[in-house]
């Protein structure tokens, strides 16, 4: 080999290696979403620049997204398929696993209610929701939580329970406030329709879990900071995809 061929050489292993290491710089992250759109491309978005914000320069994050139809999803929660619904979520998070993802996320509060059967299907970590959301409010040493979202999420353990494990007392609204959140998610703003009247709902909600005690509230559905931000609330608000997306972040990039 000739000294030309010799440096060559060495040039593009170099090269190889400086590549690998820019790889290495992210996990990647399947992410089950489309349940719904609305929100999911807030998840993308944030992810985005949160990785950007991170790392700098034209850095974006390392996804894989599969996006299911909703349509279907909404159906078998309101006939209370959920066995059904564990399948779904279980094979989309197989085919991101074969697509080569190292952790999931399901960009949904509701379809946490399936999380163990895709954990069973995949055995990759997944970045629970309500878990982050918890270790977001006990960082700022609340105490008193409401919860909003859909019914499912409001009035089943398989939510609530993680708030109250993680040391929280949880807070709903009453039943036929519960029925009122729930359409409006539902009916407007996975449709992505976005109503005054629908804001001023949600905040007369809060306002009167606040005078009950809640000392901060969770947006407990992917779609409800679209409608409600932190301005319209007397009390600390926290955005489940906002945190979750920023858990997201830590994935991707944090301390391996």
């Given at each position: 080999m000739s000294v030309y061929q010799q440096q060559n050489l060495q040039q593009q292993t170099l090269q190889q290696k400086t590549l690998q290491q820019k790889i290495l710089h992210q996990r990647t992250l399947g992410i089950i979403g489309g349940m719904s759109w609305e929100s999911?491309?807030?998840?993308?978005?944030?992810?985005?620049?949160g990785v950007k914000e991170k790392l700098g320069?034209?850095?974006?994050?390392?996804?894989?997204?599969?996006?299911v139809d909703f349509a279907l999803i909404n159906e078998l929660q309101e006939q209370g398929?959920?066995?059904?619904?564990g399948v779904i979520m279980a094979s989309s998070g197989t085919r991101l696993q074969a697509a080569g993802v190292q952790g999931l996320l399901i960009a949904t509060n509701t379809m946490h209610k399936v999380v163990d059967k895709v954990q069973?299907?995949?055995g990759l970590p997944i970045i629970?929701?309500?878990?982050?959301t918890a270790q977001a409010i006990n960082k700022q040493?609340?105490?008193t939580i409401a919860l909003l979202g859909t019914q499912f999420t409001m009035t089943e353990d398989f939510y609530k329970q993680r708030l109250i494990n993680a040391g929280l007392?949880?807070?709903?609204?009453?039943?036929?406030?519960?029925?009122?959140?729930?359409?409006?998610?539902?009916?407007e703003l996975c449709l992505g329709k976005f109503q005054d009247s629908s804001r001023q709902y949600y905040v007369d909600v809060i306002k009167q879990l606040a005078a009950q005690g809640a000392e901060g509230v969770i947006l407990g559905c992917t779609e409800i900071g679209?409608?409600?931000?932190?301005?319209?609330?007397?009390?600390?608000?926290f955005d489940t995809t906002a945190i979750h997306a920023a858990a997201a972040v830590e994935f991707l990039v944090g301390d391996r």
């Open positions: 999911t491309q807030s998840y993308y978005r944030l992810i985005n620049q320069g034209h850095h974006s994050a390392d996804l894989l997204i599969h996006s398929e959920w066995d059904e619904l069973a299907a995949t629970h929701i309500a878990e982050v040493g609340l105490k007392q949880v807070l709903v609204p009453d039943t036929i406030m519960q029925k009122e959140i729930h359409r409006i998610i539902n009916e679209l409608l409600i931000s932190q301005d319209d609330s007397p009390i600390p608000v």
